[in-house]
């Protein structure tokens, strides 16, 4: 059987900061909170008319294209992960296959949003690992702040997310060679209403009208507490199932790239499991939470600043709306 190896990866950041002084101007918020909090000092916010998840993507799949020394043309799938697709249909993977120019390889969409690159990955892994393709495209991708309550009721949320793309080349590589040793998938659809985004829905008469767009379901709605409780334990719970899977002690673990939900909650992980801190990636407080994007973003940020290296055990874990939660162990 083949195994998959993570050969480049690339991201893009919209240029738009918003800091969190500029937040504490529009709503009932202030620096030291976001920061105590969430230790997020500022994030990206797309241009309307400028950045599109299909730009985003693009720019992010170009870099890992030319990173991993392969041409668009040798992309034989693309696994798309988003929650904020450009067209409520078709999904985005179609529409960044034909900015690639690469018509006729298939494009699969995944909406597991904060879990959403993990799971994408998994696929990928599963389709290589069964010879069925030996190049894929994964891509986490997300504009999330056009979906934000940027008023005082939503600043909870509000201050969290933001825009932004990662991507990375997948390809075909003997069992005995370095990349991908597991993946761990998870869901509970009890906690579904947790953290949302109700409308515009599709069972009801009319999806969308004046009224709809006025209401707070038509925008993301988070129970923080009960998110953030739940994330602490499946975070660790299923790195914990990583490593059983692969008779592997934490300590052998050489980065820990977790979701960039919020930093207390990566820092609880670290303090738990008792990794010093160049074992940890963080990039939330510059980049805030970009959903899907966060996990390939850190990675291409990672690989920039020669964190990872040939053969380094890296873990990936991530938790999120559904709730879904999810882990990834692999040898770069
Ligand atoms: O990525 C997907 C998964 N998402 C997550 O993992 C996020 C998980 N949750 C969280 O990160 C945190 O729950 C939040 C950052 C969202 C909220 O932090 P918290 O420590 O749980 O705060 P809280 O919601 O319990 O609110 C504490 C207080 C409240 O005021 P009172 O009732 O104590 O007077 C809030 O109204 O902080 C207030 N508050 C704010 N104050 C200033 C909530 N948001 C803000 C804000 N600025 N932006």
Not at 64 to 83: E, H, M, N, P, Q
Not at 131 to 137: N, P, Q
Not at 179 to 205: N, V
Not at 325 to 331: F, G, R, T
């Amino acid at each position: 059987m083949k195994k998959s190896r993570i050969v480049g990866v690339g991201h893009f950041v919209p240029d738009q900061v918003i800091t969190n002084e500029y937040l504490s101007g529009i709503m009932n918020t202030n620096n030291e909170w976001i920061v105590e909090r969430t230790g997020i000092e500022e994030r990206r916010w797309f241009t309307p008319g400028k950045d599109t998840v299909t730009s985003m993507s693009l720019a992010a799949s170009n870099l890992a294209i030319k990173r991993a020394g392969i041409s668009a043309k040798d992309i034989d799938f693309i696994v798309f992960a988003t929650i904020t697709p450009d067209y409520f249909v078709p999904g985005n993977g179609v529409l960044l296959q034909r900015e690639l120019g690469i018509q006729g390889v298939p494009a699969l969409d995944v909406r597991n949003a904060c879990s959403g690159f993990i799971y994408a990955l998994s696929v990928a892994d599963q389709f290589i690992k069964t010879g069925m393709y030996k190049t894929v495209l994964v891509v986490g991708a997300e504009i999330q702040s056009s979906a934000l309550d940027k008023s005082d009721e939503g600043r909870s949320s509000a201050v969290i997310f933001a825009d932004g793309a990662g991507a990375a080349i997948l390809k075909a590589v003997e069992e005995n060679q370095h990349g991908i040793l597991s993946t761990h998938l998870h869901a509970d659809g009890d906690f579904a209403e947790e953290l949302y985004l109700k409308d515009p829905g599709s069972s009801r008469e009319v999806r969308l009208s004046p009224e709809i767009v006025d209401q707070p379901s038509f925008k993301m709605f988070m129970n923080g507490n009960t998110v953030f409780k739940h994330a602490v334990v499946r975070f660790h719970e299923v790195i914990q199932e990583a490593l059983a899977a692969n008779s592997l002690d934490q300590s052998a673990i050489d980065l820990l790239v977790p979701h960039q939900a919020n930093l207390r909650i990566s820092n609880y992980i670290q303090q738990k499991m008792g990794l010093p801190d160049e074992k940890v990636f963080n990039n939330i407080m510059k980049l805030g939470n970009t959903t899907a994007a966060t996990i390939p973003i850190a990675l291409s940020e990672a690989w920039e600043q020669g964190k990872l290296k040939e053969g380094d055990l890296i873990c990936l874990a991530a938790f999120g709306s559904g709730f879904t939660w999810a882990s990834a162990l692999l040898n770069w």
